[in-house]
């Protein structure tokens, strides 16, 4: 975090901020306002042990890969072995240039970062594999085909997928036919299991690392997925707090304009009242960002009376609410907030009347009415309210003529 910070000492407990680490992600909540850390590519950041692990992975993981070419020793040796001619070279830098394949395979496509290869150039890429199978043989003869160990296990980490398992099907028939028609040769059948165990435990592997990435990535998307609920619910409560505040000083503010020349000294009166409402609505930002506000529903309903009056609307306010269950009194007291910004702001009432039983909750004006406007943020924060406490919210034309918002439990499961 940027700027200049008091000792934790200093501060109040509750506005000390809180650190963690999730998804590869860094996460502060300092005075209840989250920052994201940026994640860097490995998802390593802010785990300096973690960082140094992946690195020495990347390398150590394909080295253990590569040192499966010492296998490709024996065709070399037998290759080594043979009458001299071209033919031995031939297969030499055959079995070389097979060796070196595999290399370039196991280093650019195995391990958590290795990505597919398209189609064509990966069979392309086999075949020429194959081919160089092919011409080791020309001097190692059968021992040329444990080339086909390395082709299956390169189709393994280029295609990634089932079409891998073709390519090893088609390498173990090879291995059992070609010594068996090819004169001279002897048959090694203990190459086809060679095939299906290489074959079968770089795929397992390469499934678990592809796995392993994919709920790396659900991580990370359901950290940045949190981080951005809290963003939105602090955005809430900021207009749910802020908008109803500023519209009453607004509107006091008016009032002690046009009072200011006809009145004095209710217009300094008025003026007060703004003073101590802005104070009020500080006081709430300060309670919101270290969690220790407080809405009460009578505390609302004294609010409300008093905007609706210096507003000079008619108002019809219950003063009691004894009935109204503990459970629903923080959400109708949200409800009567919302209800009386939408009157000042919106609705050019004249009249309003505020109803409360033990289970519903309903502000009607006779102003101008529901438009064709979508809900705006206030009426889509308490919905979601609402539906935490197993309430409903409903907005449309009152008895009144204008706006009616309804908040009730009734027909819904609580």
Not at 115 to 140: D, S
Request: with cysteine; net charge neutral.
């Amino acid at each position: 975090m940027s700027g200049t910070t008091r000792p934790d000492d200093e501060r109040p407990a509750r506005a000390r901020g809180r650190w963690a680490a999730v998804g590869g992600q860094t996460w502060a909540l300092r005075e209840g306002l989250w920052s994201v850390a940026v994640p860097d590519p490995t998802g390593e950041r802010g785990n300096p042990l973690g960082t140094r692990t992946h690195r020495v992975m990347r390398v150590v993981g394909p080295t253990m890969g590569v040192v499966w070419a010492v296998f490709l020793l024996q065709p070399w040796q037998s290759a080594w072995d043979s009458n001299p001619g071209p033919a031995r070279v031939v297969s030499l830098v055959a079995i070389a240039l097979l060796s070196l394949s595999f290399v370039w395979v196991v280093f650019t496509h195995a391990g958590p970062r290795g990505e597919q290869m398209a189609t064509g150039p990966a069979f392309a890429f086999l075949g020429g594999q194959l081919v160089l199978v092919a011409l080791a043989c020309l001097a190692a003869e059968q021992d040329g085909l444990v080339g086909l160990v390395f082709v299956s296990v390169s189709g393994v980490f280029l295609l990634r997928d089932l079409r891998a398992l073709a390519v090893a099907l088609t390498m173990v028939v090879l291995a059992m036919l070609v010594p068996r028609v090819v004169p001279g040769w002897e048959t090694i059948d203990d190459l086809v299991l060679s095939i299906v165990l290489a074959t079968v435990a770089v795929f397992g592997f390469t499934q678990l690392v592809l796995r392993n990435r994919q709920l790396q990535l659900a991580r990370d998307e359901v950290a940045v997925l949190a981080v951005e609920r809290e963003r939105e619910r602090i955005a809430r409560d900021m207009h749910d707090i802020l908008g109803h505040s500023l519209t009453v000083i607004s509107v006091k503010a008016e009032l002690a304009a046009r009072m200011f020349d006809v009145d004095g000294e209710r217009a300094r009166a008025e003026m007060l009242e703004v003073q101590q409402l802005a104070r009020s609505a500080l006081a709430d930002v300060r309670g919101m960002v270290t969690a220790t506000r407080a809405v009460t529903l009578a505390g609302e309903l004294v609010g409300a009376r008093q905007a609706f009056d210096a507003a000079g609307i008619e108002a019809e306010v219950p003063g009691a609410v004894d009935d109204v269950p503990d459970d629903l009194r923080v959400l109708f007291a949200w409800a009567v907030r919302e209800g009386a910004t939408n009157v000042l702001r919106h609705s050019g009432a004249t009249r309003v009347r505020v109803e409360i039983t033990a289970d519903t909750l309903t502000v009607d004006d006779d102003g101008a009415g529901p438009g064709d406007e979508r809900p705006g943020n206030g009426l889509h924060g308490l919905a979601e309210r609402a539906r935490r406490s197993g309430a409903r919210v409903e907005a449309a034309r009152g008895p009144l003529g204008g706006y009616r918002l309804l908040v009730t439990t009734r027909g819904n499961a609580r």
